[in-house]
């Protein structure tokens, strides 16, 4: 973790991470990486376990990686002055851009996940896929991440 941030606990800030499109980063069984912009997410408590629900789309190539890539994605809130990179990685596909280059954002390794979270951000949370399923009301696919680890940037915590 950089000095930069600090763990936090997950509902720490819900607000914050309830009002603002997030960054999922999703890697592939190489270790290549990809990043989508996310409205569609939910966190919530699933008997003793602290949940991210990310709906994503059959067509993405996320949902890709979601299902066949590594079980794992990061949930990143990005600050104010990287809202550019929310436009890149909601009109590009991961498929035939590499999206961390054209949007220049590093990344800081994941403490629980191999996937790692975006530096820089306002929250980061590292999540472990433990269940999926097919909705019936829409034409996105629901991911239930555990969230092993949150942070939150010092700016926020101020
Ligand atoms: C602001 C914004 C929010 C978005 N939210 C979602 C979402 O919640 N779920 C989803 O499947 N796609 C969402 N999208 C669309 C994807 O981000 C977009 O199709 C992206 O290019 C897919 O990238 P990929 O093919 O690399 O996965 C959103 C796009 C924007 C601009």
Same mark, same amino acid.
């Not at 979601?66 to 596909?93: C, K, R, V």
């Given at each position: 973790? =950089?000095?930069?941030?600090?763990?936090?606990?997950?509902?720490?800030?819900?607000?914050?991470?309830?009002?603002? =499109?997030?960054?999922?980063? =999703?890697?592939?069984?190489?270790?290549?990486?990809?990043?989508?912009?996310?409205?569609?997410?939910?966190? /919530? /408590?699933?008997?003793?376990? #602290?949940?991210?629900?990310?709906?994503?789309?059959?067509?993405?190539? =996320?949902?890709?990686?979601?299902?066949?890539?590594?079980?794992?994605?990061? &949930?990143? &809130?990005?600050?104010?002055?990287?809202?550019?990179? $929310?436009?890149?990685?909601?009109?590009?596909?991961?498929?035939?851009?590499?999206?961390? #280059?054209?949007?220049?954002?590093?990344?800081?390794?994941?403490?629980?996940?191999?996937?790692?979270?975006?530096?820089?951000?306002?929250?980061?949370? /590292?999540?472990? &896929?433990?269940?999926?399923?097919?909705?019936?009301?829409?034409?996105?696919?629901?991911?239930?991440?555990?969230?092993?680890?949150?942070?939150?940037?010092?700016? $926020?915590?101020?």
């Amino acid at each position: 973790m =950089t000095n930069t941030r600090r763990e936090i606990k997950p509902f720490d800030y819900i607000e914050l991470f309830k009002r603002n =499109t997030a960054l999922i980063v =999703t890697m592939d069984k190489s270790g290549k990486l990809n990043m989508m912009a996310l409205d569609w997410k939910k966190m /919530e /408590e699933i008997e003793d376990k #602290q949940v991210i629900r990310a709906q994503v789309a059959y067509s993405r190539y =996320t949902y890709t990686l979601l299902t066949e890539g590594i079980n794992e994605f990061t &949930i990143n &809130i990005p600050s104010n002055e990287m809202y550019h990179a $929310i436009d890149i990685a909601g009109s590009y596909s991961g498929r035939n851009t590499d999206k961390f #280059q054209k949007t220049g954002l590093e990344t800081i390794p994941g403490q629980k996940t191999k996937v790692p979270t975006i530096k820089d951000c306002m929250l980061s949370y /590292e999540c472990k &896929i433990i269940q999926d399923s097919k909705s019936d009301l829409s034409s996105h696919h629901f991911f239930y991440g555990e969230i092993l680890a949150a942070y939150a940037s010092n700016e $926020i915590i101020k």
